[in-house]
């Protein structure tokens, strides 16, 4: 049975930053496309960010871009979101998952993540962004 766990959230003012993890029991991250994924209240859940299966490639939503920094260890089996620059709309319940097939798809030049199709959820950590 696979089960993540997502800790480090919490409220943050406007401009600062956050680091998010995610360790899982079940599943190994080593050698899997995993990704974060976020849902605001009265909003769909979104892909963040994710990194492919040989951990050189990293994907970012264009919101998060130049701001958002993933990455894993694969020693310790676990990810990392760091979030820095914060802004009032990063405000949401934040999400590890292993997606369904790949994390990323290209098309006009530049690579996109697809919209979440993820077999299981953790709980999710809560990041509040405060003005």
């Known amino acids: 049975q696979v089960q993540v766990q997502e800790s480090g959230g919490g409220l943050v003012q406007a401009g600062g930053s956050l680091k998010l993890s995610c360790t899982a029991s079940?599943?190994?991250?080593?050698?899997?496309?995993v990704g974060w994924y976020r849902q605001a209240p009265g909003k769909e859940r979104e892909a963040v960010s994710c990194?492919?299966?040989?951990?050189?490639?990293?994907y970012y939503a264009d919101s998060v871009k130049g701001r958002f920094t993933m990455s894993r260890d694969n020693a310790k089996n676990t990810l990392y979101l760091q979030m820095n620059s914060l802004k009032l709309e990063d405000t949401a319940t934040y999400y590890c998952?292993?997606?369904?097939?790949?994390?990323?798809?290209?098309?006009?030049?530049?690579?996109?993540?697809?919209?979440?199709?993820?077999?299981?959820w953790g709980q999710g950590t809560q990041v509040t962004v405060s003005s």
């Open positions: 998952a292993e997606p369904r097939g790949d994390c990323a798809y290209y098309s006009g030049g530049a690579y996109h993540l697809n919209a979440p199709d993820v077999p299981y």
């Open positions: 079940g599943l190994t991250f080593d050698r899997r496309a």
């Open positions: 990194i492919s299966w040989s951990g050189h490639s990293t």
